[in-house]
């Protein structure tokens, strides 16, 4: 089955640990996001990428890296500058922009960080 | 820059009662409109779509949307709600020509009670 997987589920991490999220696709898509999700804050988009070697800050970059060496993979690191980095975190890949640009974004099931 | 609003937080509907889910946007260009759904702990999943044509736009499990250029809105529709559509919706915009970036409203938790 084609699709987006988040690992891990569940990650805790201490204080002034960096922390990386794993985000792949196989449905072929050249543009990834991530976005946290906060409860009453909705969706904020934090990096996004358009095609392999190249990514954009979104709204809330600061504290977080990414890296997209490869088109099925676009890992997030949670460096220890996040200074509240407890959230959710969505990933999602949509097609390129010119690619059947109205194609909606596919999201995986979401990895829940927690600060200990 | 490209944003969107759901002005309300919750809203609370009888099952048999017609839902409505407000959302405007804002943005420089031609809108493409989304709306999602998710369910506690859960990513989000694909409802429907307005790219261009028909204004009015259904989708899965009876939802559909109406886009109103005049007034920048695409608000979510049911005619009849059910107790399983109770979770949280989210409006999303992207620019035509605007590159990928895509953005979310604050979501809207709609509860439906019998």
């Known amino acids: 089955d084609g699709g987006i997987t988040q690992s891990p589920k569940y990650l805790f991490r201490k204080e002034g640990q960096n922390v990386t999220l794993s985000c792949e696709q196989n449905l072929n898509h050249d543009a990834m996001y991530w976005y946290r999700q906060d409860p009453g804050q909705g969706l904020r988009l934090i990096y996004y990428s358009q095609i392999v070697n190249d990514f954009q800050k979104g709204d809330i970059a600061e504290g977080y890296s990414v890296s997209r060496e490869k088109k099925e993979s676009f890992p997030l690191t949670v460096t220890s500058a996040q200074k509240n980095p407890t959230a959710f975190y969505l990933c999602a890949s949509s097609p390129r922009q010119g690619e059947r640009m109205n194609t909606e974004a596919f999201f995986g099931q979401g990895t829940r960080l927690t600060v200990v | 820059a490209q944003s969107v609003a759901q002005p309300e937080d919750q809203v609370n509907v009888a099952e048999g009662n017609p839902l409505t889910v407000k959302c405007t946007y804002s943005?420089?260009?031609?809108?493409?409109l989304f709306w999602y759904v998710q369910y506690p702990n859960r990513g989000l999943q694909f409802l429907l779509k307005?790219?261009?044509?028909?204004?009015l736009v259904k989708g899965s499990y009876g939802f559909e949307a109406e886009f109103n250029k005049s007034q920048t809105s695409f608000h979510l529709k049911k005619p009849s709600a059910l107790v399983s559509d109770s979770a949280l919706y989210f409006c999303a915009v992207r620019v035509a020509g605007g590159g990928n970036k895509l953005t979310f409203g604050t979501g809207t938790q709609l509860k439906v009670e019998l």
């Open positions: 943005v420089s260009g031609n809108p493409y």
């Open positions: 307005y790219i261009t044509g028909d204004n």
